[in-house]
């Protein structure tokens, strides 16, 4: 007696479970994923905006940089301006004192039978032209420049004899240098006190030696 067993519904089952384990398998493979790519792409968005709010900080900041650069900017220029103005005023001024010291020392110094007729000035460099009685008048006041102390290196250019005003005199120009004469140790500039000439100081100095 041959006895048969039907095994197709068995295997039809197995196969049956195996696709539903499979189904089951692929399903929370893709949850899984789904959700690692919210939690990946939730986590890059909070990153990306954390970065752009640095950035918008950082963008304000500079802006208010900038803005404070500008200001120092024209500060400087502002104080540039202020100290040429000061620049050009205290030259004013110590050009003003030294053409005053200029005519005082010629007043002092122009000996009898000298007559300027022009005086040239450009900074430190000044040229003197008159006329003079004689050759021995020039010098005499080219002595007195020298020993003036506010002058310095007088030098001769011309002398020659003309005719002025029927008499034969000595037409002559010569340069000097102004130079202010130097404060003594010890002393205060603003003391009011008039400087020594060439002369004193230098008679000065030799008693000190033979002393």
Known sequence: MTVRINLLP?????RAARQRQFIILSGMVLGFGAIIAIVGHTVIATQIGNQEGRNSFLSAEITKLDEQIKEIDELKLKTEALLDRK?????????R????HLLDQLVRG?????YLKSIDRKGNNVKLVGYAQSNARVASLMRSLDDS???????LIE??????NSLRVSEFSLNIKLTPPKVPEGKDAASGSKPASKKAAASSNSKDKKA
């Open 10 to 14: 068995h295997r039809e089952q197995k």
């Open 87 to 95: 620049k050009v005023v205290e030259s004013l001024q110590a050009d």
């Open 97 to 100: 004192s030294m053409v005053v």
């Open 110 to 114: 122009l000996p009898d039978g000298v």
């Open 149 to 155: 102390p506010w002058m310095e290196s007088p030098a």
């Open 159 to 164: 002398t020659k004899a003309v005719i002025q």
